[in-house]
């Protein structure tokens, strides 16, 4: 029952339908596993590079701003963030760096997370 998707492999609790086929966890024990943080990271060129960060429904804003007087500390964010893993991703952050604007899909770990929450 576990390898066809009809219990938890977690917790072993019963799951509704539909059954995939393959092993699966409920919704309580999914949340528990989740190990990093999908963030969307905008960013713009004022007196500054402002970024500000946002939830994966592009709705909900995190409240920590950042502002640095560098493009390469938004680099640097990418790479900690996991955005920026093959040379195309860095020239695509380069270019939104010299347009002046752009924006990046960040996978934080539950620490890097809390610090933006704070």
């Known amino acids: 029952m576990r390898e066809q998707g009809q ?6 609790n019963r799951l509704g ?10 919704d309580r024990c999914a949340s528990q596993r989740q190990t990093h943080h999908r963030i969307y ?3 713009f060129v004022r007196t500054g590079w402002h ?19 560098s493009p390469d500390k938004i680099l640097e964010m990418a790479k900690a963030g996991g955005a920026a893993k093959q040379l195309h991703d860095i020239a695509a952050i380069e270019h939104a760096i010299a347009v002046g ?11 890097q997370y809390g610090k933006l929450k704070r």
């Open 7 to 12: 219990i938890c492999c977690g917790c072993r």
């Open 17 to 26: 339908p539909p059954y995939p086929g393959r092993e699966r966890y409920c």
């Open 41 to 43: 990271l905008y960013f």
């Open 51 to 69: 970024c500000q960060f946002l939830e994966a429904d592009l709705k909900t804003s995190l409240p920590r701003r950042l502002t640095f007087q």
């Open 101 to 111: 604007r752009g924006g990046i899909w960040l996978n934080l770990n539950n620490e």
